[in-house]
């Protein structure tokens, strides 16, 4: 059973915040999107390899079948998120690709049992508020972009996919194999995407490497393998609610590093949103004080 500890919570975030750059290295990135995204999964196998030990490898082949499929939902994410961008804009890649929460709050309900609190809908209700209003400006909806704008929902559905898998598979597998064996399921996905639609691309020169060992690193290992570790130890729902503030990180992103202003709407939105987070994770902690005072009352009545 998942505690929801705090601790746990904040690295959630940290991973978010090393997810939250892959927008920028896709973009910086020399070959075509797919190719992008098969290079990003095969740099991060012998990344990983160091950190495995021999008995972690030791499963059924029902769990490597498993683990396999959640590799092929995350290639499903990663081709269609990152084909997005040659069709719609980066805000609307960045929100609708994180509305992963509408798929993950109900299948965790009916399939995991998750139970979902008032304290927590209001919080989901405030942060995914927060998000809209951040992205309101800049969010555009159109006939043009509605190709990549099907993408992105596309997108968060197979995120979704890939979060509940792991999520299940974190009760008897550790992240680091986790991440290491679904990479091959991803590479093999992706390279089918490849042969039938860009063709097969390699990087020739620094310049075109270093965005995928960016991406590699940071955002794969980093980001993915640090979210694929707190499934373990916080709510699927919990989990996905956070993933919904990955545009407010990108926001911060473009304050800090390309100097985009912040403006008073985008500084409130940010503030929802953070308080929706907040009543989110503090409903685990709610139901445990009501537990515990409806004890004291039982105690004090028998006495």
């Given at each position: 059973?998942?505690?929801?500890?705090?601790?746990?919570?904040?690295?959630?975030?940290?991973?978010?915040?090393?997810?939250?750059?892959?927008?920028?290295?896709?973009?910086?990135?020399?070959?075509?999107?797919?190719?992008?995204?098969?290079?990003?999964?095969?740099?991060?196998?012998?990344?990983?390899?160091?950190?495995?030990?021999?008995?972690?490898?030791?499963?059924?082949?029902?769990?490597?079948?498993?683990?396999?499929?959640?590799?092929?939902?995350?290639?499903?994410?990663?081709?269609?998120?990152?084909?997005?961008?040659?069709?719609?804009?980066?805000?609307?890649a960045?929100?609708?690709?994180?509305?992963?929460?509408?798929?993950?709050?109900?299948?965790?309900?009916?399939?995991?049992?998750?139970?979902?609190?008032?304290?927590?809908?209001?919080?989901?209700?405030?942060?995914?508020?927060?998000?809209?209003v951040?992205?309101?400006?800049?969010?555009?909806?159109?006939?043009?972009?509605?190709?990549?704008?099907?993408?992105?929902?596309?997108t968060?559905?197979?995120?979704?996919?890939?979060?509940?898998?792991?999520?299940?598979?974190?009760?008897?597998?550790?992240?680091?194999?986790?991440?290491?064996?679904?990479?091959?399921?991803?590479?093999i996905?992706?390279?089918?995407?490849?042969?039938?639609?860009?063709?097969?691309?390699?990087?020739?020169?620094?310049?075109?490497?270093?965005?995928?060992?960016?991406?590699?690193?940071?955002?794969?290992?980093?980001?993915?393998?640090?979210?694929?570790?707190?499934?373990?130890?916080?709510?699927?729902?919990?989990?996905?609610?956070?993933?919904?503030?990955q545009?407010?990180?990108?926001?911060?992103?473009?304050?800090?590093?390309?100097?985009?202003?912040?403006?008073?709407?985008?500084v409130?939105?940010?503030?929802?949103?953070?308080?929706?987070?907040?009543?989110?994770?503090?409903?685990?902690?709610?139901?445990?004080?009501?537990?515990?005072?409806?004890?004291?009352?039982?105690?004090?009545?028998?006495?």
């Open positions: 059973m998942r505690k929801n500890e705090t601790k746990y919570f904040i690295l959630i975030f940290v991973a978010i915040c090393f997810l939250a750059t892959g927008g920028i290295f896709v973009k910086l990135s020399e070959l075509p999107p797919i190719n992008t995204g098969f290079y990003r999964v095969l740099f991060s196998i012998p990344m990983l390899m160091p950190f495995l030990k021999k008995e972690d490898l030791k499963l059924t082949k029902k769990q490597v079948i498993t683990i396999v499929l959640a590799g092929a939902f995350l290639a499903g994410d990663l081709a269609l998120w990152n084909i997005s961008f040659s069709y719609t804009s980066v805000a609307n960045n929100l609708l690709a994180n509305l992963t929460p509408f798929t993950v709050i109900p299948c965790s309900y009916f399939l995991f049992k998750e139970k979902m609190t008032k304290r927590f809908l209001l919080g989901g209700f405030i942060t995914l508020l927060g998000v809209f951040l992205m309101s400006n800049k969010v555009t909806l159109s006939r043009e972009r509605m190709i990549g704008d099907l993408l992105c929902l596309a968060s559905v197979f995120y979704a996919m890939f979060m509940l898998t792991v999520y299940k598979l974190r009760d008897f597998v550790k992240s680091n194999v986790i991440m290491f064996i679904s990479a091959f399921g991803s590479l996905v992706l390279a089918f995407a490849i042969a039938f639609t860009e063709g097969f691309h390699a990087p020739t020169s620094f310049r075109a490497v270093w965005p995928l060992l960016a991406l590699a690193l940071v955002s794969q290992i980093l980001g993915q393998g640090l979210l694929a570790h707190c499934l373990g130890k916080v709510n699927a729902s919990l989990s996905s609610l956070l993933t919904l503030s545009p407010v990180v990108a926001a911060i992103y473009a304050w800090l590093i390309f100097g985009e202003g912040l403006s008073t709407q985008a409130i939105a940010i503030g929802i949103t953070l308080v929706g987070v907040y009543l989110a994770k503090t409903q685990s902690k709610s139901k445990e004080d009501d537990e515990i005072v409806a004890k004291c009352v039982k105690v004090c009545s028998e006495e």
